[in-house]
């Protein structure tokens, strides 16, 4: 879920655009790059990865002219690529969809909250869990961080959507759709967590390296 056209108040898209840029700075100071540089196929795999969510970003349903439905894969990417990686393709993501006339400037920095940070957050969250309280074990993983944790980050990042128009809408009528959207959130969450959760399997089984947040090591030579 994303915004297309400003139903927002100024002041909430002051805020967004300062929060985001925050946790961007933040990603930034950590250095993401640094592994791209050392790693010539990773550089490969996140650019592909990057371009691939934003063609899959194409695909969504626009009901009303200022939302869209369409899967994020905030989860996926954070769980392959880490949480700074993945905030950097989000930006880029937005940025590209902001280009090609999808999206407004004015709400980069609502959508990167919205569709990059509250998920991220969340399966950053998820995960930790998983990997410091649960089991290693990798259906453990793979159904707590994959279907689980994008069903979760999925609800977040559309209350989040939701949240922030019923506080700062200036429409009258988007809010009270905004309210109706509420309601379907449940529908977009086992989509996401199933897709997500595919993919991530995919990986696990054939490329478990690739992951990331993933230990082969502990979850698999050591069981």
């Known amino acids: 879920m994303s915004f297309a056209q400003s139903v927002l108040a100024p002041w909430a ?3 967004t655009w300062l929060l985001s840029l925050g946790v961007i700075v933040w990603c930034l100071c950590l250095r993401p790059w640094q592994p791209l540089l050392d790693d010539t196929a ?5 650019m592909a990865a990057t371009l691939a969510v934003l063609l899959m970003w194409q ?8 939302l869209t439905l369409h899967l ?3 989860v996926l990417m ?14 880029m993501i937005n940025i590209a969809m902001v280009l090609v006339g999808r999206n407004e400037w004015a709400l980069l920095g609502a959508n ?16 930790r869990i998983v990997d410091r309280r649960l089991p290693d074990n990798l259906m453990v993983f793979l159904f707590a961080c994959g279907f689980f944790g994008a069903a979760l980050a999925t609800l977040g ?20 759709l905004a309210q109706e959207y509420a ?23 054939y490329h478990p390296g690739w992951v990331a947040t993933f230990n082969d090591h502990r979850y698999i030579d050591m069981q």
């Open 157 to 176: 990042g559309g209350l989040a959507a939701v949240s922030l128009i019923m506080l700062a809408g200036t429409d009258p009528e988007a809010v009270y």
């Open 13 to 15: 898209l002051v805020l």
């Open 183 to 205: 309601r379907f959130l449940p529908l977009l969450m086992p989509s996401e967590a199933f897709i997500t959760g595919m993919l991530l399997s995919i990986l696990l089984v």
């Open 112 to 127: 990167v909250l919205v569709t990059g940070i509250v998920p991220a957050l969340i399966t950053g969250v998820v995960w």
């Open 78 to 91: 954070t769980l392959v690529f880490k949480m700074p990686l993945a905030l950097i393709s989000n930006v």
């Open 59 to 66: 695909l969504r349903a626009q009901a009303v002219d200022w």
């Open 42 to 46: 990773l550089q490969h795999r996140w």
């Open 72 to 74: 994020v894969f905030t």
